[in-house]
């Protein structure tokens, strides 16, 4: 089945456009779902919207948006006002300004979408846009109505098209003071610092999404299976934490058994071990 587009449009750079369509480049559908069941009459059980003071059933009809003004008292907005109040959607995405590829603070990423020509007519102008954006190695940003709400894009080139993620307004991201300003400051120097910095050294790579696995999800589809099978699942040993004396006397367990010489000659690369993906899809399969 082709994918199905989130969003179509247009993708501007001043008067040249192109027809284009947005794609979820991130899914949670493949992961385990449950659904909510009766345990007495093995049947499923469904939501119900009920009044939180009279405990009776609200029917659809009766629902209502409404913002609390103060305890207890709302102001009522009907789906219409909501409407009309929203952007209205121009289907453009439209490149306003052009930054370095890691000029966005991460923290700032919300979704991640893959942007295609909406047709094969329109694929030339996309790739000039996709190679001009590759070969002044920068990034767009972009604004259009996505789901009835204004959103800011990050829109970034690939080998073979274009990335699009949604950016965390200003006013969503809390600032890191909040959190980091009762942190005292430390000096860290001399034996510390080498060792740490010789841990870093040898543990060097690159990101391989393929080498994380979701332990979560793997243990579920294997409970599942288990179940199925009417077998029961050994229960995992829980990892005894080593006891060390001193934060520095960990850093030289870490760092291979404590041989000062060790921090001051850094090891280069290690080898790392591939490890394959064994995804909860895959058990589902084989159960």
Not at 178 to 199: C, P, R, T, V
Request: hydrophobic share 35%.
């Amino acid at each position: 089945m082709a994918p199905r587009a989130n969003w179509k449009g247009y993708l501007k750079v001043g008067e040249l456009s192109c027809p284009v369509a947005l794609y979820t480049a991130a899914s949670t559908s493949d992961r385990v779902s449950f659904h909510i069941i009766n345990r007495e009459t093995g049947n499923r059980v469904h939501r119900q919207m009920v009044d939180a003071d009279t405990g009776r059933q609200v029917e659809s009809e009766d629902i209502v948006k409404g913002y609390e003004v103060s305890s207890g008292q709302y102001v009522f907005l009907e789906p219409d006002e909501v409407k009309a109040a929203v952007p209205e959607s121009d289907k453009t995405l439209e490149l306003e300004t052009f930054i370095p590829c890691n000029g966005v603070d991460t923290i700032f990423l919300d979704r991640p979408y893959y942007l295609a020509p909406a047709d094969k007519p329109s694929a030339e102008v996309f790739e000039l846009i996709r190679k001009g954006l590759k070969e002044k190695n920068v990034a767009a940003l972009a604004r259009t109505v996505l789901f009835r709400r204004l959103r800011t894009l990050l829109i970034r080139p690939t080998e073979n098209g274009l990335t699009a993620s949604t950016l965390n307004y200003d006013y969503e991201v809390r600032p890191a003071k909040e959190i980091f300003s009762d942190i005292k400051s430390f000096k860290i120097e001399g034996e510390m610092l080498d060792l740490a910095e010789h841990i870093i050294d040898t543990k060097r790579g690159e990101f391989d999404p393929s080498r994380f696995d979701d332990r979560y999800e793997a243990a579920l589809a294997e409970l599942i299976k288990a179940k199925i099978e009417g077998r029961k699942l050994r229960k995992q040993p829980k990892p005894e934490p080593k006891k060390v004396s001193s934060l520095l006397d960990a850093l030289r367990q870490s760092a291979g058994g404590g041989n000062k010489a060790a921090s001051k000659k850094p090891a280069g690369k290690t080898a790392r071990k591939t490890v394959s993906r064994k995804t909860a899809a895959t058990q589902r399969k084989a159960s």
